[in-house]
Every structure is written in C-alpha cells, then in structure tokens.
C-alpha cells in the first residue's frame, strides 16, 4: 500500500547547522508530496510542496526535491534556527483526492 | 481571522460518555476533514467531506459519526467513548478548484483525555 517513511526524532541541533530530515515513500502512480510543520500546541501548517517528479518545494529557507527514483523527499534548511523547533512531517496525496498519508513526524529541537 | 476553528480545545470525559467537537472553517471550502493523532504524533484521516458528501470514511468504529450541517462546517460525535479515542483529533479544510492538489489547511486541535 501507500505510506510515508521518516526519520526517527528527536533531533537536536544548534542554531545555524545544516538540517536534513529524511523522507522516503511508496505509492502507485505518481503522488504530490507535503512537508508540514506543528509548532508546539498548534495545528499543522503547509511548509512546502511538490507535485511531479523532479519539482523543487522551497518556503522559509526550507527545501525538498521530489526523487521519483530514489522515492524520496527530504527536507533541508542550510542554518536552522531556535524557532524552526517543531514537529515535521511528510505526507503523500496520491490520488489528488485530498486523502493525505503521514509518516510519523520528525521532532526537531534547536539549541541556542 | 481564524481560517479554521475548533470548540473545545480541551476535553477531558468518563468512559462511557457521548461527546461532540465540533469545526468551523471560513475559507469557501469545499472539503473538511477529521484526522486522529495519538500519543506517538501519529496522524490518521478519519472522514472527508465534500458539500455536505462524505467521501472518504476510513476504517473508523461506528461509535464515530461525522455531521455535515453545512459545507462550513464539520462536526464529529463519539459514542460510548473509550480509553483507546484518546488523543489530539484536527479538523482540516481544502478545495476551492482552483490548485491541484488542494493545500489543507487545519485547526488547531482538540484533546480528548477519556478518564
């Protein structure tokens, strides 16, 4: 079936390293990928999104590019900061019918 | 402006009891949702609803009925509510037509602790 693989969390990290949350999925035919983004207490927030193979997602110095041949899509940010502490998570829609798959959400923690 | 909205933030219950949350969205949409997220920050889609329609009904006990008064909002009843319905449930919304796919944008959460 569908899913949605990340890494595991917590990840600590100090303010402006470099930050890869990796991402691997399985679907038939060709999904659009998500990266969300829950702040502690909130809702999930759209950070960026990919529709086809090869599509570069960017939003808020975060990017991803959608890998058809390897399935996947991490998430990067080349300087994180102690806001960027959040809980991220990648999601697929394959069948553009709004029935979005999560993986299981990566928590990132940043170190003044 | 809130975009979408849930009441109550909080709920805490006795096994046993019914209880209601319900949402609200005031983006035009054509499309809510409710997602279940446990312990483990785990998120599941629960329903879709598409104008009152429902579209998408995962394997979800019958204790759980989502009602659809109007295509701005979507509320979700529990029956019989047990230890294991605890946990955060998100209502979402998407679809104007006019992006494919449609971006959901989601409520702030509502956590149900059952006693």
């Known amino acids: 079936g569908n899913s949605v693989t990340q890494m595991e969390g917590p990840v600590t990290l100090s303010e402006e390293a470099f930050l890869t949350i990796n991402c691997t999925y399985t679907?038939?035919?060709?999904?659009?990928l998500f990266w969300y983004v829950q702040y502690p207490g909130e809702g999930l927030q759209l950070l960026l999104k990919?529709?086809?193979?090869?599509d570069k997602g960017s939003n808020k110095g975060f990017e991803a590019t959608y890998r058809k041949e390897t399935t996947s899509f991490h998430l990067e940010k080349g300087s994180v900061q102690v806001s960027d502490s959040a809980v991220y998570f990648c999601?697929?829609?394959?069948?553009?019918?709004?029935?979005?798959?999560f993986g299981q959400g990566t928590e990132l923690s940043v170190k003044p | 402006d809130t975009a979408v909205s849930q009441t109550p933030k909080y709920l805490v219950t006795q096994m046993g009891n019914d209880k209601s949350i319900k949402c609200e969205q005031n983006?035009?949409?054509?499309?809510m949702y409710w997602y279940k997220q446990d312990s483990k920050k785990f998120l599941k889609i629960m329903f879709s609803?598409?104008?009152?329609?429902?579209?998408i009904n995962e394997t979800v006990p019958n204790r759980f009925s989502p009602k659809s008064p109007d295509k701005a909002h979507l509320n979700l009843h529990i029956n019989s509510l047990e230890l294991g319905d605890s946990a955060v449930y998100f209502c979402?919304?998407?679809?104007?037509?006019?992006?494919?796919?449609?971006?959901?944008?989601f409520g702030p959460g509502t956590r149900l602790t059952v006693l």
């Open positions: 979402a919304s998407s679809g104007t037509g006019q992006a494919v796919p449609d971006t959901q944008y």
């Open positions: 679907a038939t035919g060709y999904p659009s």
């Open positions: 990919a529709t086809k193979a090869d």
């Open positions: 999601a697929l829609d394959y069948n553009q019918g709004g029935k979005l798959i």
């Open positions: 983006l035009g949409h054509d499309t």
């Open positions: 609803y598409n104008n009152k329609e429902l579209i």
